[in-house]
């Protein structure tokens, strides 16, 4: 009987996140709705004006609504447009030509158009599609600081950039994942230590444990075999980083930190550290003295060292085109009532996505899962004692001598 | 397809690249030394508790094993401790039973030959006293005989004619 009422439960609140989904993005539709005729430049002002009327015109470009959906964003928007939007003002730190400079968001007053310059160290910036400038003198026809040139609707702006170094919505967000973290994984050893090491493991403790112990036996023992313990602590910050950071995205008003390619750069990056630096005789003797004919060494290391760099370049792009998909696949179904202009599509629309976010919460594990397995995977080639065919240490060098 | 936001998206931006560094390597270290270092290590001392326990159950297991089984042997010994006493008890007491018999047995048969060779010596001696009252009488019937028979002339006459008669002179 609970469970009958615990099923309808998560079931209501599944339909509430998809719904509360769907509101979010209808806002996100007219808010984009200027930007959006942007691209059209000429209709800039009418939009301005017209953009109250909202869907009267044009046709929606929903893969701009996805694509600025899954994009970092100087301020953190929940609800709303225009002025009566309900957003979090986050710090902007730049790094210009007269040294750091640093305000809070909220001093666009929402501009993302290069309208509004702030004016800081005596250098004034504009905001354009999340991107800060160097704004110009004057404003062009259309009140902009900033010069765009127009080529096929690509708009690209040729002015200068300042370093951004701002507390973006993913960085927030980050930041939030890292003190939830923190916060998890030190009571959970505080725990250990109050409660002993021989009860049974309690709340949070109980279902932590088994994925730490996944991560150790399966993952780091599984790949990396002897020697393993040294790399657990680094799959494990890994594997936890990724999945809470995963599950925060799904949340309507969260961050898509995980399917940023500035996030899954730097994880592969430090991947990419971990292994070469922990690279035996044997990895590099693979590498550089690999067991073939010396005729297609020439081809054979150059393939060897571009692999150095392609495993953990496949890591970066399979997290951020995962996590980036599902969210772009979301909202496309969503988008589809938009589309076709009529609420009868709706039903389909929150069934497709209702299955997707469900999805969603496999794909969070599993990517999680994927890119630490292949960490260790790396690794543990890294540091074998033995060959991919399953020569021994010294059968290596009987072979290196015969030739 | 706005190819604009595109290239944004696959566009690393350095703020974020900063800060995640930044984050991520600050994450590693604090989480190292303070979560997964306790964790772990309380995980491998739980796992070899279990482990020992374990161990110590089976050892506990096999050491009640070897307590029956030698208790069984010591019960056993007992039984076979029993039996050999009953067996040495009864053993005695048929030799003593069989002691006593060929003694008094023993004793019977001095008794008896001593008796004996009383009653033969008492028979000989009586035999003896017979034969002298025996040979004092014949001499003395002898005596009277001979003097009856030898108290007149004729008498002595007429034996010795009968003796003179039986010797024959030939």
Redesign the interface.
Known sequence: MTSKINTYKRFTSIFLLIFSLFIGVSNHLSASEPQEHE?EETHVESSEHGHQSGEAHGPI?I??IA??H???SHSWHFWGEGHDAVSAPLPI?LKGNNGIAFFMSSEFHHDNEGKVVVEKNGERYVMF???IYFANEFPNEYGQYITPTIEE????VSNASP??????K??TQ??IS?IV??WI??S??KA??TQG??SAPKGKQSFF?PL??FV?DDIAKGNIGHGS?KF???L??VFF?ILINNVFGMIPIGANLTG????T???SV?TLIVTNINGNKNYWSHIFLPHAPKAIWPILIPIEVVGILTKPFALMMRL?ANM?AGHIIIISLVGLIFVFKTIYIAPVSVAFALFIDVLECLVAFLQAYVFTMLTALFIGSAVADHNEDGAHNSDDKAMEAGH | ??????A??????????????I??V???V???K???????T??K??EK?IEDALASAENALNDMRELKSNNEKILAEARAERDNLLKEARDTKDAIIAEAKAKSQAEADRIMSSAREQITNEKNAAVAELKNQVATLSIEIAEKILRSELSSDDKQKALVNNLMKDVNLN
């Not at chain 1, 940023?260 to 996030?263: D, K, L, P, S, Y």
């Not at chain 2, 303070?34 to 772990?40: G, N, Q, R, S």
């Open positions: 691209s470009d893969s701009a694509l600025e899954v994009s970092d730190i599609d999340e991107k609707k690509e708009v690209s370093l951004d170094f701002s507390i973006t993913n960085v980050m930041f890292v973290i923190l994984f030190t959970i050893a250990y230590k090491v021989t444990e730490i112990i150790r313990e657990v602590p680094y494990l910050t980083m940023n390619i500035a996030f750069l730097v994880l430090a951020f980036t | 397809m706005n190819l604009f936001i595109l944004s998206l696959i566009e690393p931006a350095v703020g974020l690249i900063f800060w995640t560094t984050t991520f600050l994450l590693l604090l989480l190292g303070f979560a997964w270092k306790p964790i772990l309380a995980i001392t739980r508790g």
